[in-house]
Each structure stands twice: as structure tokens, then as C-alpha cells.
């Protein structure tokens, strides 16, 4: 328990921490010193580098007995000082304390790794990813990563497992928050802008941190959208749909790699050869480090592939997973494997020497603290220019799915808020793990605003609370406090805490409750503008006969409210897009655009012998690419050119109102016959056009061969010549289309 002990008994002070500083920095690591040094560890050393633990048992929380704890994971307190890494330890002051106690442990002076979850910012918060993405607009993306690696390396932070790039089809698993959406185009745009955002150029530089894209591969597949579960997937599907958004991250420069929980072509992802040796590896040629995900390798025992402890460390070494992340069969297994002949030095070598790397690439050996500076917190922390930053990515992320005319609010309308969000500061949204949650309501915001609020109706009514009462007593004292009001806004969706990491659900609509409010005030005769907060797509049909205007806020972060009170106020004109469908109802999912053509296709004929439901439309409620704005943008004069081998499409969008704009132009392609057969329609490009009132602009496209390439059977990716249908418009079912034949 020395750890314990020497976390008390170095206090933090700056004379201490710049004396450490000085010695540090001299000790610069080229590619020989690093060999060198893997020579001179043990092998007990190296396996332990392999190994990542929680906080607590460097003494994180002093008070907690890790008698337990350390006797369950089978390490003892000798093992501590030569841990590679932990995750989730926040804070500048506490994190220089932890690194200056164990490089003085370690006999090497090889400095601790600090990972987190940063994944939609640190202290300012912004839109969970799935939000972001329906901006359309890298940048806003670009910039909460940017924001979130210049904060948390203030705190300390190395590395943040971010960014999910998992493709999502399935809004019942809770992870679609986290998620770009289920396009692979959009998906790559955005997770590149992610990675750019926290490495920038050399993530050694002031203010950046190493970016760790996750889970590879395949993890939002899970069957039935149940977390943690079983992905079925041909190859073929794989590569033309999920891996690509990986491979954006890694060609943008990720350092990282983490594996998925699930299990993929029968082999859990922490022991898949196939996934990080001949593709990551061999084929992508990434030479950085890898690492399970939480006690991932663990897993491979449940999962029935390993036997026991010894092959669970086997099968992931071997595999090429370089750090096991809090399960320690690496270090209680590996050693007697080398020396039973069971397992190659080399392996582990190689292991190290990326981890190392890694941490050389960090500017680690050079300065072990690199960024942490409890002044530098101070500064940049919830700073107005980040919070900017917030309220423009939570203003253009919001989509406006419905509008009878009812919005923009006009200046003196009463308003009469109700639902579980019309009080709630808690709009952050799933791992805002360092986050204050301490950002404005709905109902302040729009007071602030120079609105006439009145609240009723306003207390839990989500899904966890439903169980216990019914609102139909408190109705009539709701409709007597609205009287006077010109509106009501309904501010309701989904339990916070019910999105995220093992929150799949099985029922997507709103609670019954706030069913029933939407339904109750409307039939009291006031018009109702309904605002959801959820991290996935729901099932809104039941509600859009009684609400004459309805606005997806998702969970926008820090400024949620400030940027929601914009929309409404129409000082911002909303521009987002959705990234993700929305079902009619759950029986739909997954309902996804780019779908393949059956060969019985349905297209609203009476025929029974078609691809159909019985009881419901086979199109989305919303689909992918659809929103509204407080403007009527017109498409016109649609061509397409094929000059000397070069392929442009173009089109005229024009702005017939009084109010500017923020219009993205999609374009879809459907490569009409190929050898394997191709989705109706594919996202290829969007651009996104300011319009003034009244303003026309022609945006035009160029069309390459590289984007009408694919998988065919053999599963090279290659272009086939032939017929192709050119799509553009505001969405996917709203396109104006042309064929023309490719060469």
C-alpha cells in the first residue's frame, strides 16, 4: 500500500513540480533510446507497462482500502510503479502530484499515461456527437475537440478515447449519442475534423492531446441495439459501411486504436487477428498503439473463446491489443507463457515499444506534466471564447423537424412551459464526466430573453417516474396557470440518464406522461411547440397531430439553453440536419437511407407481393438529411455534365423569403447495375451556402471515379463503368435526380 503513502507524501507545490520539469525535459527519446531502454526492462516491467488501472490504486482516494480490490485483479504493490497508464483521473493539481510520486517509483523514470473519456468536452460542453453531426458542419466538431484537448491537458489529460466512430443504424442502443450518424461519408468527415481538433498538427504541442478512435470494429451493429451484444456482419457490409470512418481517423493521424466489446466473424474484437493484424495492421499499416477496451480481454473467458486467464492473455496479445485496460491477465499470465514457449518476446516488445512510443510522441519523457497547469485551468476553463464556441455548435445541431407557422416566437408572446426540462440544468447528455452541470434552463433562458414565462407541470415526468402517478389530476391547475398564455412550449424527452453506455431501450417513445401533456394542452385549445432533448432518435409520431411545431434539441451541452432560446427567438434561423432517421415506430428499425434495393421494391402500389409492412410505411418518419428552417429555399435548374471524362452536377437554390439562411446542399448517387449489388442512394458530398432574402447561387459538384468506387465480391475496391443516377436536394427523399453514364 506504498502508493498510498507516497501520494501523501509528496504535496503538491511548484517549486517541487519545475525542479522535476528541468530534469525531465533533457531526457529527449529517439527511436534508439527507446530500444535501449526496452532492453534494459524485465519482463514483469513491460507486462505491467501492458497494463492500465484505475486511479484508485495510486492512492487516488486514500481513504479506500484496496486490500480487495488489488487481491480480486491478483497484483500486489510491487506492481504498482510500472503501470503504463490510468483513465478518468481529473484535475492539474492532483494529476502532477500523481505523476511526479510514480516517475520517482518507477525504476526506469518511465512516466505514467493519463487517459480519459473527453468525448464531447471537458468542463465546456458541447452537443453530444450525434447533434454535431446534424450541423453538417466539421468544424463545429473540429472545434469541441479543440476546446475540450485544450482544457483537459490543462488538468493533466494525455489522451481521450474519442472519437466513436461507430456506424449506427439502430437508435435503440444507447451509444448513437456518441455516434456520427449512420452515414460512412458524414461519419468520416466528422471524425476526421475530431482528430484534427485534438492532435492538431503534433499532439505534443501546448494544449493537445492524443485522440484514441473507437470501437474497433463494428461495435454499433449490436444485434437488436442491445449493448455489449453480438454483430453479425458480412465482410463486405463491413468495409463498404463501417471500417471506413476508422480508417478517416486513422489517416488524419489518431494515435490510438480501441477495441469494440463485441464479437465479429465469431472472434471477440480484443482477440481478432484478422481485424488488427491483417487489416489494421497489414492492410492500413498503422503503427501506433491499441488498447481494450474496459476489461475487454476479460471478456474473451465469458465469451467462451478463452479457457482462462492464460489464453485470455494469449489470444490479445497475439492479437496485437497492446494495452489491457483494467483486467490483469497480462501481468499475472504473460511472464510464464514466454517461458513456457507459448508466447513470443517479440510480441511483447512490440507492445511496449508502441506504448512507449506513444508517450514519446506525447512529449512524456521530455515532460512527464506536459500541459498541467492549475493557473492555465483557471484561464481556459468554461472561458467565454469556448463557450462561443458551445452556443454556435448547440444552435446549428438543434433540427427543426415540424412548423406551422408558429415559430419564430414573436417578441412579447406569453409562453406557458411545461415538461420535465422546463426547470432542468441537466442538458448535457451522456460523459460529460467533468462537467459542472451547472448551465441555464429553458425557462430562465427564454425569461432572460424578454419572454413572459409561465411554469407549470415541470417536474419529473420521464420515463423512471412514470411508474408511480398519473398527471391527469394536475391538468386543470396547468390549464388555469396557462390562461393568459399565447402558447405552450413543451419541453420533454428522454431520462439523461437513460442514453449512453448500457442504456439500451426497447420502448422509444416518450413517456406516457408527457405524452399526455403534449395531448392535454393541445386539446385545451393553445397552440404547443414541443422540444425534445434525447441522444437518439425517438418515436415522435404519436405526438405530431397535436403540436404545431416541433424542434429536436438533443442534448446540446454548456449553452443548450442559450442556443435553443436563439432558434425560438429567431435571432438564429435553425440549419441542422438529422444524421440519424427517424422510425415511424420500433417495429420499423433499423430504417436506414442508404439501404439495398430489394427485388420486390414497394413504391406505394396496391401489390401484395412487395417488400412492405401490413400496419406501416416503410420510410422514416424523418429521414436522414431532412430539416427545417424559417425559410423557403427553392431548387431549380438541375443539370449534369459529362465533359472529356469529367463528371459535375449543379443546381440553383434560391432563398424566396425575407429572413437569410443556412442551406446544405446534399448530393446522393445510386450506381444503377454493378457486379454486387449497390444501395438506392449513397451521401457523396454536401455544401453548405449562405442565402441572403431573395439571394441565388448555383453550387456545383465534381464527381470523381474514387467516390463511385466499392466492394465487389472478391472484395477489391474498384469503379465499374456504367449507369448512375445523380441525385441533389435537402435529403435523402427530397432530390431532384439525372441519369448519366460513367466511363
Known sequence: MYFIIFMKTFPFNFNSYFATYTYWRNLFMDNSKIEELINNMTIEEKLAQMTQLSPVFFGAEPDIDLTGPMEELNISPADLPNIGSTLNYFGAEKLIRLQKGYTEKNPHHIPLLFMADVIHGYKTIFPIPLAMS????????????????????????????????????????????????????????????????FQGDDPKQKGKIASCVKHFAGYGASEGGRDYNWVELSENTLRQFYLPSYKAALDAGAKMVMTSF????????????KLFQDILRNEWKFNGCTISDFAAVDETIINGLSANSEEAAKNSIEAGVDIEMMSTHYINCGKQLVEAGKLSMELIDRAVRNILNLKNDLGLFENPFKDADPEEEKRLHLCKHHRE?????????????????????????????????ADSTDTSGGWALAADRNTS??????????????????GPLGSMEDQIFDIEDQTPQAEKAFANCDLILAAVGENPRDTGEACSRAYLRLSPNQEKLI???????????????????????????YTDALLQAWFLGTESASGLTDILSGDYNPSGRLA???????????????????????YGQKDHYVSKYLDCPNEPLFPFGYGLSYSHVEYSDFSVRCEEGNVSAEITVTNNSSVSTLETVQLYIHDCVASVVRPVKELKGFQQEELKPGEKKTVRFKITKDMLKFYNQKLEYVFEPGEFEIMIGKNSQDVNTKRIWIN
Open 519 to 545: 395531448r392535454k394542452m393541445k386539446e385545451a385549445g393553445k397552440p404547443v411547440v414541443t422540444v425534445v432533448f434525447s441522444g437518439r432518435p425517438l418515436e415522435l409520431k404519436p405526438i405530431l397531430p
Open 389 to 421: 464556441l458551445a452556443r454556435q455548435a448547440a444552435r446549428q445541431s438543434a433540427v427543426l423537424l415540424k412548423n406551422n407557422g408558429l415559430l419564430p416566437l414573436k417578441p412579447g408572446t406569453k409562453i406557458g412551459i411545461a415538461g420535465p426540462f
Open 262 to 273: 463485441n464479437v465479429i466473424d465469431g472472434v471477440p474484437s480484443s482477440a481478432n487477428k
Open 134 to 197: 446534424c450541423s453538417f458542419n466539421p468544424e463545429n466538431y473540429k472545434n469541441a475537440s479543440a476546446v475540450a484537448a485544450a482544457e483537459s491537458s490543462a488538468s493533466g489529460i494525455h489522451l481521450t478515447f474519442s472519437p466513436m466512430s461507430d456506424l449506427v443504424r439502430d437508435p435503440r442502443w444507447g451509444r448513437v449519442m456518441e455516434s456520427p450518424g449512420e452515414d460512412p461519408y458524414l461519419n468520416c468527415i466528422m471524425t476526421e475534423a475530431a482528430v484534427q481538433g
Open 580 to 602: 440519424m432517421s427517424f422510425p415511424q415506430t420500433v417495429g420499423q428499425i433499423p430504417v436506414y437511407y442508404n439501404h439495398y434495393r430489394t427485388g420486390r421494391p414497394y
Open 441 to 458: 434552463s429553458l425557462s430562465l433562458a427564454l425569461q432572460e430573453r424578454g419572454f413572459s414565462v409561465v411554469t407549470a407541470m415541470s
